[in-house]
Protein backbone atom coordinates (compact mmCIF):
# COMPACT_ATOMS: atom_id res chain seq x y z
CA UNK A 1 0.00 0.00 0.00
CA UNK A 2 0.79 3.59 -1.01
CA UNK A 3 0.21 6.51 1.78
CA UNK A 4 -0.16 9.70 0.23
CA UNK A 5 0.21 13.46 1.77
CA UNK A 6 -0.50 16.10 -0.35
CA UNK A 7 0.36 19.65 -0.08
CA UNK A 8 1.33 23.21 -1.51
CA UNK A 9 -2.26 24.65 -1.74
CA UNK A 10 -3.50 27.85 -0.83
CA UNK A 11 -4.64 31.12 -1.92
CA UNK A 12 -4.19 32.71 -5.24
CA UNK A 13 -5.70 35.61 -7.56
CA UNK A 14 -6.95 33.96 -11.03
CA UNK A 15 -3.35 34.22 -13.57
CA UNK A 16 -1.42 32.91 -10.78
CA UNK A 17 0.62 30.15 -10.34
CA UNK A 18 0.69 27.15 -7.58
CA UNK A 19 2.93 23.78 -7.34
CA UNK A 20 1.86 20.70 -5.66
CA UNK A 21 2.99 17.86 -4.03
CA UNK A 22 2.15 14.46 -3.01
CA UNK A 23 4.61 12.49 -0.73
CA UNK A 24 4.22 8.92 -1.23
CA UNK A 25 5.63 6.13 1.50
CA UNK A 26 6.25 2.98 0.79
CA UNK A 27 8.69 1.19 -1.78
CA UNK A 28 5.95 0.37 -4.61
CA UNK A 29 5.61 4.36 -5.74
CA UNK A 30 7.57 4.21 -8.36
CA UNK A 31 5.51 1.04 -10.26
CA UNK A 32 2.95 2.85 -9.50
CA UNK A 33 0.58 5.56 -12.05
CA UNK A 34 -0.75 8.13 -10.58
CA UNK A 35 -3.11 10.62 -11.20
CA UNK A 36 -4.23 14.47 -9.27
CA UNK A 37 -8.47 14.88 -9.05
CA UNK A 38 -10.06 17.41 -7.61
CA UNK A 39 -13.54 18.15 -5.71
CA UNK A 40 -15.21 21.44 -5.69
CA UNK A 41 -17.79 21.91 -3.16
CA UNK A 42 -21.23 20.39 -4.34
CA UNK A 43 -19.57 18.58 -7.03
CA UNK A 44 -18.24 14.71 -7.67
CA UNK A 45 -14.56 14.16 -7.88
CA UNK A 46 -12.92 14.78 -11.02
CA UNK A 47 -9.66 13.01 -12.75
CA UNK A 48 -7.58 15.92 -13.36
CA UNK A 49 -4.27 14.60 -14.82
CA UNK A 50 -2.26 11.00 -14.93
CA UNK A 51 1.17 9.94 -15.67
CA UNK A 52 2.67 6.57 -16.01
CA UNK A 53 4.63 4.54 -13.41
CA UNK A 54 7.86 5.59 -15.11
CA UNK A 55 6.72 9.31 -15.93
CA UNK A 56 6.56 8.52 -19.75
CA UNK A 57 3.22 9.19 -20.42
CA UNK A 58 0.81 11.69 -19.08
CA UNK A 59 -3.09 12.76 -19.87
CA UNK A 60 -5.00 15.40 -18.26
CA UNK A 61 -8.47 16.53 -18.24
CA UNK A 62 -9.34 19.01 -21.22
CA UNK A 63 -10.10 22.28 -19.40
CA UNK A 64 -6.44 21.69 -17.64
CA UNK A 65 -4.72 21.40 -20.83
CA UNK A 66 -1.95 23.88 -21.71
CA UNK A 67 -1.92 25.29 -17.87
CA UNK A 68 -1.01 22.21 -15.84
CA UNK A 69 1.90 20.01 -15.89
CA UNK A 70 2.20 16.97 -13.97
CA UNK A 71 5.72 15.32 -13.03
CA UNK A 72 7.10 12.52 -10.65
CA UNK A 73 10.29 11.91 -9.02
CA UNK A 74 10.70 8.44 -8.46
CA UNK A 75 13.89 8.81 -6.01
CA UNK A 76 11.87 11.21 -3.79
CA UNK A 77 8.36 9.13 -4.00
CA UNK A 78 7.15 12.44 -4.64
CA UNK A 79 4.60 13.45 -7.28
CA UNK A 80 3.90 17.18 -8.36
CA UNK A 81 1.36 19.39 -10.01
CA UNK A 82 2.61 22.68 -11.52
CA UNK A 83 -0.71 24.65 -12.14
CA UNK A 84 -0.25 28.22 -14.24
CA UNK A 85 -3.03 30.92 -15.44
CA UNK A 86 -4.90 29.39 -12.79
CA UNK A 87 -8.97 30.24 -12.83
CA UNK A 88 -11.99 30.45 -10.43
CA UNK A 89 -12.74 27.52 -11.96
CA UNK A 90 -9.96 25.55 -10.32
CA UNK A 91 -11.03 26.39 -6.92
CA UNK A 92 -11.66 22.43 -5.01
CA UNK A 93 -9.93 20.33 -2.88
CA UNK A 94 -7.19 18.32 -4.80
CA UNK A 95 -5.98 14.82 -3.97
CA UNK A 96 -3.51 12.61 -5.54
CA UNK A 97 -3.81 8.76 -6.28
CA UNK A 98 -1.95 5.69 -6.99
CA UNK A 99 -4.34 3.70 -9.38
CA UNK A 100 -3.48 1.48 -12.50
CA UNK A 101 -3.65 2.15 -16.50
CA UNK A 102 -6.12 -0.40 -18.30
CA UNK A 103 -6.78 0.35 -21.90
CA UNK A 104 -5.30 3.45 -21.61
CA UNK A 105 -7.71 4.78 -18.58
CA UNK A 106 -6.67 5.45 -15.43
CA UNK A 107 -8.75 3.83 -11.96
CA UNK A 108 -7.88 5.00 -8.70
CA UNK A 109 -7.35 2.70 -5.68
CA UNK A 110 -9.33 3.11 -2.64
CA UNK A 111 -6.34 4.88 -0.50
CA UNK A 112 -6.82 8.90 -0.56
CA UNK A 113 -5.20 11.31 1.38
CA UNK A 114 -6.36 14.44 3.02
CA UNK A 115 -5.98 16.43 0.63
CA UNK A 116 -4.94 20.42 -0.24
CA UNK A 117 -7.43 23.29 -0.92
CA UNK A 118 -6.88 25.25 -3.74
CA UNK A 119 -8.91 28.66 -3.57
CA UNK A 120 -8.33 30.92 -6.98
CA UNK A 121 -10.25 34.18 -6.17
CA UNK A 122 -10.94 36.29 -9.16
Do not use: H
Not at 30 to 45: H, I, L, T, V
Not at 70 to 78: H, V
Not at 79 to 108: E, H, I, W
Amino acid sequence: QVQLVESGGGLVQAGGSLRLSCAASGSTFRFSPMAWYRQAPGKQRELVASISDGGGSTNYQDSVKGRFTISRDNAKNTLYLQMNSLKPDDTAVYYCNAGTYYASRFFPSDQWGPGTQVTVSS
